[in-house]
T-cell receptor
Framework: AAGVIQSPRHLIKEKRETATLKCYPI?????VYWYQQGPGQDPQFLIS???????DKGSIPDRFSAQQFSDYHSELNMSSLELGDSALYFC??????????????FGPGTRLTVL | AQKVTQAQTEISVVEKEDVTLDCVYE???????LFWYKQPPSGELVFLIR??????QNEISGRYSWNFQKSTSSFNFTITASQVVDSAVYFC???????????????FGTGTRLQVTL
């Protein structure tokens, strides 16, 4: 079965640079979530999109922005990168089915290292 | 506010032992969902199970079983006859129910690292 695809898998950036992470949800899934997992920590919710509209927002820095496109893929844009942004970034997707319970399936993650 | 507590930071067992991972949650919602995810050393998050708050039936899947007790707000996970391949960090997560047009987040516990040795 097709899974969530994330690219790139690894990314190394310098401080103050920008980065764009891409997420391709499971086919027919209409909802995308972004999570950030620091070393030794649990995943923290950043932002979600349902049917291309921002749905829920967590502890996402103002330096970060995201969107979901017409083909349902999503991009997380990160600017003015800081050392503390080094983390594993997960994208998850789900099928909302009108608001009933859904399961979030996670991609393999993008490991971002800021030097 | 929602909260998930996994009090066991690390557990070490010898292969073939049974092990139970504890999960206690807090929520004001009457309807919610509970999940377990596995994160092996390779880093991906693998979905294991979802349980609805209105369904307290325990579940068994091969060597895995889950015990959901609403009265104690617990959703514990047992691995029977553990194997080295079970070595991973296991996360318990909670999600409340929302209406159409929203996509609510998962609130994770801090995870339990399970080490299975020969």
């Amino acid at each position: 079965a097709a899974g969530v695809i994330q690219s790139p898998r690894h990314l190394i950036k310098e401080k103050r640079e920008t980065a764009t992470l891409k997420c391709y949800p499971i086919p027919r899934h209409d909802t995308v979530y972004w999570y950030q997992q620091g070393p030794g920590q649990d995943p923290q919710f950043l932002i979600s999109f349902y049917e291309k509209m921002q749905s829920d927002k967590g502890s996402i820095p103002d330096r970060f922005s995201a969107q979901q496109f017409s083909d349902y893929h999503s991009e997380l844009n990160m600017s003015s990168l800081e050392l503390g942004d080094s983390a594993l970034y997960f994208c998850a997707s789900s099928l909302r089915r009108g608001g009933l319970g859904d399961t979030q399936y996670f991609g393999p993650g993008t490991r971002l290292t800021v030097l | 506010a929602q909260k998930v507590t996994q009090a066991q930071t690390e557990i070490s067992v010898v292969e073939k032992e049974d092990v139970t991972l504890d999960c206690v949650y807090e929520t004001r919602d009457t309807t919610y969902y509970l999940f377990w995810y596995k994160q092996p050393p390779s880093g991906e998050l693998v979905f294991l199970i979802r349980r609805n708050s209105f369904d307290e039936q325990n579940e068994i899947s091969g060597r895995y079983s889950w015990n959901f007790q609403k009265s104690t707000s617990s959703f514990n996970f047992t691995i029977t006859a553990s194997q080295v391949v079970d070595s991973a960090v296991y996360f318990c997560a909670l999600r409340n129910v929302t209406g159409a047009g929203t996509a609510s987040k998962l609130t994770f516990g801090t995870g339990t690292r399970l080490q299975v040795t020969l």
